[in-house]
């Protein structure tokens, strides 16, 4: 809390909710098991993981500032120009980044109501006013976020999939969202989840960011590639956003473990396509499980679900059954949510340990 006689931040600052990520340990719990932070189920590569124990010897130099390597093989990967390519400490470093470019003062950065909380955060730090539009069952609505923009609209912020709902608009959809918005409002798409896919309608953005000067998407190494705790992400944007963005970025933003260890796991044979057909086969196992048990699971492409108890002292009730089980997930309360709680899709005993206990509390509970 800012002290009434000490130096005082601008005003916004303080409204803003601190972000609280999902929670790691009980107390008394020597083995939990923790699906409250989207993290991939198998952990990292093998490959990524003997990349990073090899630069061990080396961690006193500086990273290389410009990430050329890792850029080049995210080109390679992807099939993109590298220098279109940015590396941040995480995607929230990147999406910070445009926030505080394009944003700021008089300005306005839009967002649907249970979008990804960061992009909240990032346009009330940068001074922007923060717009939340209303959703269609838990999806975003392209009419509703054009009738939101006014002349002082600067940034779309939009995660699709999205976190937390899990639920995704298709190409066409996002394609008349772009082609709607102004020329000098700048379109966020965040497809942190995008590798767990299976819709043939998406998009993950490469195409509308090549399509104009005015869409940017941002991608993340902490979830299929399960790097999460070397912080790593990257954005593929118009050469215009891509220099805004070297030009505002700290000058070695992503360490030389991260870079060596993201080079490896992008190259890691089917490590992609297996995590994500045990993510496909299993959220769809362990959402008929919960439905069969009474709960109301909504549609997701990611690697997590939400589960719907109807009111908040029922979600409350599940997630208390659930941790006395050892058992962490995210209750989505600071996502105006209450009756919801999110699940990562873990390993299938996992998953099996939810749908039981969850099974019980929906009985006995």
């Given at each position: 809390?800012?002290?009434?006689?000490?130096?005082?931040?601008?005003?916004?600052?303080?409204?803003?909710?601190?972000?609280?990520?999902?929670?790691?340990?009980?107390?008394?719990?020597?083995?939990?098991?923790?699906?409250?932070?989207?993290?991939?189920?198998?952990?990292?590569?093998?490959?990524?993981?003997?990349?990073?124990?090899?630069?061990?010897?080396?961690?006193?130099?500086?990273?290389?500032?410009?990430?050329?390597?890792?850029?080049?093989?995210?080109?390679?990967?992807?099939?993109?120009?590298?220098?279109?390519?940015?590396?941040?400490?995480?995607?929230?470093?990147?999406?910070y980044q445009l926030a505080l470019s394009y944003g700021g003062p008089g300005t306005?950065?839009?967002?649907?109501?249970?979008?990804?909380?960061?992009?909240?955060?990032?346009?009330?730090?940068?001074?922007?006013?923060?717009?939340?539009?209303?959703?269609?069952?838990?999806?975003?609505?392209?009419?509703?976020?054009?009738?939101?923009?006014s002349p002082a609209t600067r940034l779309v912020c939009l995660a699709n999939p999205?976190?937390?709902?899990?639920?995704?608009?298709?190409?066409?959809?996002?394609?008349?969202?772009?082609?709607?918005?102004?020329?000098?409002?700048?379109?966020?798409?965040?497809?942190?989840?995008?590798?767990?896919?299976?819709?043939?309608?998406?998009?993950?953005?490469?195409?509308?960011?090549?399509?104009?000067?005015?869409?940017?998407?941002?991608?993340t190494f902490s979830k299929i590639f399960g790097l999460g705790g070397l912080r790593?992400?990257?954005?593929?944007?118009?050469?215009?956003?891509?220099?805004?963005?070297?030009?505002?970025?700290?000058?070695?933003?992503?360490?030389?473990?991260?870079?060596?260890?993201?080079?490896?796991?992008?190259?890691?044979?089917?490590?992609?396509?297996?995590?994500?057909?045990?993510?496909?086969?299993?959220?769809?196992?362990?959402?008929?499980?919960?439905?069969?048990?009474?709960?109301?699971?909504?549609?997701?492409?990611?690697?997590?679900?939400?589960?719907?108890?109807?009111?908040?002292?029922?979600?409350?009730?599940?997630?208390?059954?659930?941790?006395?089980?050892?058992?962490?997930?995210?209750?989505?309360?600071?996502?105006?949510?209450?009756?919801?709680?999110?699940?990562?899709?873990?390993?299938?005993?996992?998953?099996?340990?939810?749908?039981?206990?969850?099974?019980?509390?929906?009985?006995?509970?």
């Open positions: 809390m800012s002290s009434p006689l000490g130096p005082r931040p601008r005003p916004e600052i303080l409204t803003i909710s601190p972000y609280i990520g999902g929670e790691s340990h009980l107390a008394g719990v020597n083995r939990v098991l923790k699906l409250s932070s989207n993290e991939g189920a198998f952990g990292a590569p093998p490959g990524a993981q003997a990349a990073y124990a090899r630069l061990a010897p080396e961690i006193f130099r500086y990273p290389d500032g410009a990430a050329e390597a890792l850029r080049r093989a995210i080109g390679a990967r992807f099939g993109l120009d590298p220098a279109r390519i940015v590396c941040g400490n995480g995607s929230d470093d990147l999406i306005e950065l839009i967002m649907t109501r249970h979008g990804f909380s960061m992009y909240a955060i990032a346009g009330a730090y940068a001074g922007s006013r923060v717009v939340k539009v209303a959703e269609h069952h838990l999806t975003a609505d392209v009419d509703a976020i054009l009738a939101a923009v999205n976190n937390p709902t899990g639920s995704l608009l298709g190409a066409a959809e996002i394609a008349r969202l772009r082609r709607g918005l102004p020329a000098d409002v700048l379109l966020v798409l965040d497809a942190a989840y995008a590798e767990y896919v299976t819709r043939a309608d998406y998009e993950p953005g490469v195409t509308f960011v090549d399509a104009g000067d005015n869409v940017v998407m941002t991608r790593l992400g990257w954005a593929y944007a118009p050469p215009g956003v891509i220099d805004v963005m070297n030009r505002v970025r700290n000058p070695f933003n992503t360490n030389a473990a991260a870079q060596e260890a993201a080079i490896a796991a992008l190259n890691e044979p089917g490590w992609v396509e297996k995590r994500r057909a045990h993510n496909s086969a299993w959220r769809d196992r362990l959402g008929a499980m919960l439905t069969e048990a009474g709960i109301k699971i909504w549609p997701s492409e990611g690697n997590f679900i939400l589960a719907d108890f109807t009111t908040r002292e029922r979600a409350d009730g599940a997630n208390a059954h659930l941790r006395a089980s050892g058992i962490l997930v995210r209750p989505m309360g600071g996502y105006d949510l209450p009756h919801c709680l999110r699940i990562t899709i873990g390993t299938a005993a996992e998953c099996e340990a939810v749908a039981a206990s969850l099974a019980d509390f929906m009985r006995h509970g």
